[in-house]
């Protein structure tokens, strides 16, 4: 949950660095309560989102620079 204020908010999304890699095979996230959940990779540079519990990706979108 990002924290916010008046006419302020932090962004909540999470950004991963990974080299020249032009493709992820899969990956496992760590929820906060601890649950590992693993996914099904993509292309790099994609905004992806997850769904908790469902271990499949419900939306992505190539980001646009």
């Not at 660095?17 to 292309?43: A, H, K």
């Amino acid at each position: 949950m990002p924290s916010s204020s008046y006419l302020a908010s932090n962004d909540p999304d999470v950004h991963f660095g990974v080299g020249d890699t032009l493709r992820i095979d899969r990956f496992e996230v760590v929820w906060p309560d601890g649950v590992r959940e693993q996914f099904e990779g993509s292309s790099v540079d994609r905004h992806l989102r997850l769904e908790y519990g469902s271990g499949s990706v419900v939306s992505q979108r190539t980001i646009v620079e």
